[in-house]
């Protein structure tokens, strides 16, 4: 069973970079699929940022992309994202999740449980 | 830059039969977009639906189906039961390893 399971800290200071890191378990990253974040701002619908793709590949939303940097560590079997000079409007719940790629429908398939991250001085 | 359209609520009657769609600002939503759909109830993550336009993911019951009509990707569904009153998203693939949600629809079942 694939699992993923997104950490960082929940409050950011703004002007600052917000760091996530989302740990898979029961698949290795470096056997295929894309990896990426998705966010939510509280009573907001779902907002995609960006992914990347087991050989490294980096895809982003055009409105973030200036921000937004993912990264990944096979060797953790790992995948980060950094957010700079956040803003309140960052403020959402931010989460992880595979996309299957061109054999399989390019679609989410497996998600995490999400993690709240709340931008305030 | 390309917005997704999905209507911001809908309302069905338990057993009743709803389809929500999934438009596109400019152009026409095919197969090619393989469109796929989503469920989210508050609090929770979105639990994947229907992806490649019709297919159901693993452990779906039978009652969601999706399809192509007109110029839109839909997402029907048959029999709506009190814990289908959720929110649906619809995802379109742009190419190029982007994605793309619409703003969602807040189904009540009523």
């Known amino acids: 069973q694939v699992q993923l399971q997104e950490s960082g800290p929940g409050l950011v200071k703004p002007s600052e970079t917000l760091s996530l890191t989302c740990a898979v378990s029961?698949?290795?990253?470096?056997?295929?699929?894309?990896w990426g974040w998705i966010r939510q701002p509280p009573g907001k619908g779902l907002e995609w940022i960006g992914s990347?793709?087991?050989?490294?590949?980096?895809y982003y939303n055009p409105s973030l992309k200036s921000r937004v940097t993912i990264s990944v560590d096979m060797s953790k079997n790992q995948f980060s994202m950094k957010l700079s000079f956040v803003t309140a409007a960052d403020t959402a719940v931010y989460y992880c999740?595979?996309?299957?790629?061109?054999?399989?429908?390019?679609?989410?398939?497996?998600w995490g449980q999400g993690t709240l991250v709340t931008v305030s001085s | 830059q390309t917005v997704v359209t999905q209507e911001p609520s809908f309302s069905v009657s338990p057993g009743g039969t709803v389809t929500l769609t999934c438009g596109l600002s400019?152009?026409?939503?095919?197969?090619?977009?393989?469109p796929s759909w989503y469920q989210q109830t508050p609090g929770q993550a979105p639990r994947t639906l229907i992806y490649?336009?019709?297919t159901r993911s693993s452990g779906v019951p039978d009652r969601f189906s999706g399809s192509i009509l007109g110029n839109k990707a839909a997402l029907t569904i048959t029999g709506a039961q009190a814990d289908d009153e959720s929110d649906y998203y619809c995802?379109?693939?742009?190419?190029?390893?982007?994605?793309?949600f619409g703003g969602g629809t807040k189904l009540t079942v009523l």
């Open positions: 999740a595979r996309a299957k790629g061109y054999s399989y429908g390019f679609y989410f398939d497996y």
């Open positions: 029961g698949y290795s990253i470096s056997s295929g699929h894309y």
């Open positions: 990347i793709y087991h050989s490294g590949s980096t």
């Open positions: 400019s152009g026409s939503v095919s197969t090619n977009y393989y």
């Open positions: 490649s336009t019709n």
């Open positions: 995802v379109l693939y742009m190419g190029s390893g982007i994605w793309v």
